[in-house]
């Protein structure tokens, strides 16, 4: 009665092992670190080498690597290439913090000089004012397009809206009255700069170019 016992658990084991996939078999072998240990020799197989068409001898462990290189691969390629590591929210602010502090100062400085050109004294509380409504749309400006400057269709859209922002502020501090000079002159100053060191080099180089040019043809001039 024992002997039939012992031998039917055996069977029950052999079974169970039976019904192992071979992949799991060998990642328990992988795991256990006998081919590590293991000096003697290992067992060859052949494998196709894809560019040459060629069959060479490889260990079986560098085929199993192989595979999951490959696995990753294909798992990239279906997203949509390798998926570069997203940057950290912190990270984000802080780069909008160091955009925002001195495109602010840029404007409360245009502010002021663009009154003091026309003998307006501003006040403190005058300032405090102005620059409270135009903080919120230099951070929502610097917010959606900050980490995007790199993208082909922004760094389009900059190139041509630096050229009309720029021809624009030149030919408002020189044929525009009083009133709109000092609405519209901070603004565009402050948008023109940032558009401008958002661009790559070239695109920037070539479009200052271009406003110098409009400025020469329409006969204005750069002043404050």
Same mark, same amino acid.
């Given at each position: 009665?024992?002997?039939?016992?012992?031998s039917t658990?055996?069977?029950?084991?052999?079974?169970? &092992?039976e019904h192992?996939? !071979?992949?799991?078999?060998?990642?328990?072998?992988?795991?256990?670190g006998?081919l %590590?240990?293991? *000096?003697?020799?290992?067992?060859?197989?052949?494998?196709r080498n894809?560019?040459s068409?060629r069959?060479?001898?490889v260990?079986?462990y560098?085929?199993?690597?192989d595979?999951? &290189?490959?696995e990753?691969s !294909?798992?990239e390629?279906e997203e949509?290439g390798?998926q570069?590591?997203p940057t %950290?929210?912190? *990270?984000?602010?802080?780069?909008?913090v160091?955009?925002v502090?001195p495109l602010t100062?840029l404007?409360?400085?245009?502010?002021i000089?663009?009154?003091q050109?026309?003998?307006?004294e501003?006040?403190?509380m005058?300032e405090?004012r102005?620059?409270?409504?135009a903080?919120?749309?230099?951070?929502i400006?610097v917010?959606?397009?900050?980490?995007r400057k790199?993208?082909?269709?922004?760094?389009?859209?900059?190139?041509?809206?630096?050229?009309a922002?720029?021809m624009?502020l030149?030919?408002v501090v020189?044929?525009s009255p009083r009133?709109?000079?000092?609405?519209q002159?901070?603004p565009l100053t402050?948008?023109?700069?940032?558009?401008i060191?958002q661009l790559?080099?070239p695109?920037?180089?070539?479009?200052?170019?271009?406003?110098?040019a409009?400025?020469?043809y329409?006969?204005?001039?750069?002043?404050l």
């Amino acid at each position: 009665m024992a002997k039939q016992q012992s031998s039917t658990q055996s069977y029950k084991a052999r079974e169970r &092992e039976e019904h192992i996939p !071979e992949s799991e078999q060998w990642g328990i072998i992988q795991n256990s670190g006998l081919l %590590d240990s293991y *000096d003697g020799p290992r067992a060859r197989v052949l494998k196709r080498n894809t560019s040459s068409g060629r069959f060479q001898e490889v260990d079986p462990y560098d085929i199993e690597t192989d595979n999951e &290189e490959e696995e990753d691969s !294909e798992e990239e390629r279906e997203e949509g290439g390798p998926q570069e590591p997203p940057t %950290d929210l912190p *990270d984000k602010i802080f780069d909008a913090v160091l955009l925002v502090i001195p495109l602010t100062f840029l404007w409360l400085m245009m502010d002021i000089l663009v009154q003091q050109q026309y003998n307006i004294e501003p006040t403190i509380m005058d300032e405090v004012r102005r620059v409270g409504r135009a903080v919120p749309a230099i951070i929502i400006m610097v917010g959606f397009t900050a980490h995007r400057k790199a993208e082909r269709w922004l760094q389009a859209l900059m190139f041509w809206a630096s050229i009309a922002v720029g021809m624009r502020l030149v030919y408002v501090v020189n044929k525009s009255p009083r009133l709109t000079v000092i609405r519209q002159g901070p603004p565009l100053t402050v948008l023109w700069v940032y558009m401008i060191i958002q661009l790559h080099l070239p695109s920037a180089i070539i479009s200052l170019m271009l406003v110098a040019a409009g400025i020469k043809y329409l006969g204005l001039k750069i002043r404050l």
